[in-house]
């Protein structure tokens, strides 16, 4: 298989939001000053899904997040 992850330094996400942000609509932090439409993880956990592959997300508020995607060797040309 593959796995690739993604990391970023940005405001991190509450422990409590972490497996709610891959529901559609859902966002961590909605808010006027970030825009967006909760659809953006939604999607991407549906094309892993797609893949039979997995998401997943590590995070704590201050410190970014880490995104791992995980795609198994069927799908991995």
Not at 7 to 15: A, E, K, M, Y
Not at 19 to 39: C, E, W, Y
Not at 40 to 47: A, F
Request: contains cysteine; hydrophobic residues 35%.
């Amino acid at each position: 298989g593959l796995t690739l992850s993604v990391r970023d330094t940005g405001l991190g996400i509450p422990s409590d939001k972490l497996q709610q942000i891959f529901l559609k609509f859902k966002q961590a932090r909605p808010s006027d000053k970030q825009k967006g439409t909760g659809l953006g993880l939604w999607i991407c956990k549906k094309v892993m899904d797609l893949h039979r592959g997995r998401i997943s997300v590590d995070s704590a508020p201050g410190h970014g997040a880490r995104f791992t995607l995980w795609f198994p060797p069927s799908s991995v040309l």
